[in-house]
Every structure is written in structure tokens, then in C-alpha cells.
């Protein structure tokens, strides 16, 4: 009997590994760093974000000069897509990064390459990357998005500056699925 541990503290016991289980499955989320004057710092470790897609809009279609001739690979900030396969909404803090990669350089006009798989397009070289992020606060005059260029080549800016609703903010909103943001080409978020 005196060996026996009361049920009380067994009960206890048994609450604490359950929320300690709840709350273990709750990423933690890395949100936006701003400089003192309000510049965005460079994301970070977006390479281990959740990888949501990669658009390729090549020069070969796009009479020579395509404005992005790389994969637009796109990642999303992990502990916010927790919340949005929840909720279904973009959570304050949400990050999207967009990082630019070349094709490894074409042997045809069209800019494609054989390689053992096949013909087509193979990625190569990163190249600078765009980035946004909601904040609805910060960013009301774009819709609640904020919008930012690392530059369009390596290695990527330290930091950013908002950019004008004129200069990207008007295009997302004009044809953006959901919340500015182009989930049609999301299959993981296009819900
Ligand atoms: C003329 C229209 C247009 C303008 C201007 C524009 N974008 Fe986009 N943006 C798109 C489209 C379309 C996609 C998705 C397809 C793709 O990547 O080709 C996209 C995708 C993105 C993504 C990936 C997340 C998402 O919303 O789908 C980011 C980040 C992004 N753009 C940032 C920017 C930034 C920063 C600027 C300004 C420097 C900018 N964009 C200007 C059309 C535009």
C-alpha cells in the first residue's frame, strides 16, 4: 500500500504526456526579422521550408527574353503552413519564398537539353530570389501582403525594401487565387 502512487498524481502524470504530445506537434514558427529603418533581413534556412511548387516560364516561349527564364521554386515558412492546413487562411507572419533557378544552359533553340530521362529543362544555378509576406498591419496599402527582391542574381541581398503596390502588389491582386498569393499553381495549397 505505502509503495503505490496515489491516483491523483498518476492522473496527473497521464494530463502532462498528453500535452506534452499536443504541444510537441505544434512547429515552432520563424517569423519576419526587420532591420531598425524597416528593411526585410533575409529568410532563413528557407531550403528546409515546405516546397510548394515551381513555375518555368523559359526565354524559348517568351520571344527570347522571359522577365523570370528560371524555375520559380517556392517555399512556404513550415510553422505557418501548419496553421493553414488548419485554417485555411494565410496566418499574420506568413512567409513566401521564391527562390530564382537557372536551367543548366540549353543545346536546342527552345533552350532544352538531353539528359538520360529525357529532353527538357534541368535546373542549374540559383538566382536571387522574391520574397512576400502577410502583415496586415505593416503592409495595408498592398492588401496586407509586404513585398520584397533579393536581388535577380547570386548571392542574394542581406536585406530588403518594401517594394510599391505598382511594382508587384497590383499583378497578385489582379490574378492571384487566394490572398494574393497564385495557389492555382499550388497543389498543396490550393484549398
Ligand atoms: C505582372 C505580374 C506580376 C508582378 C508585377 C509580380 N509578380 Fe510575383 N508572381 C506572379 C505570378 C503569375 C506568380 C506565380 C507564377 C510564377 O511564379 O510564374 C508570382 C509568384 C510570386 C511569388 C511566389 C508566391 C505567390 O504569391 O505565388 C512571390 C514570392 C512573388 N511572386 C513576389 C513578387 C515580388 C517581390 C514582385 C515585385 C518585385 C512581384 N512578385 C511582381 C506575377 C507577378
Redesign the pocket.
Known sequence: MSHRIPAIALALLVCASFAAAAFARTKPRYLPEYTASGELILPKNFHEWIYVGS?L?PNALNDGKAG?PEY?N?YMEPGSYEIYKKMKVFPEGTI?F?ELQLTVPGENADGSRKEPSGRGYFPGAFNGA???VKDSKRFANTGGWG???FNHSEPKAPTAKV?AKE??AF??IA??KKD???TQ?YRLLDY
Request: proline share 4%; charged share 20%; net charge negative.
Open positions: 513555375p516560364t523570370f520559380h517556392v513566401l521564391k522574391d520574397v512576400t513585398y520584397f527582391n517594394k511594382e508587384c499583378c497578385h490574378g492571384a494574393e498569393v497564385w499553381f
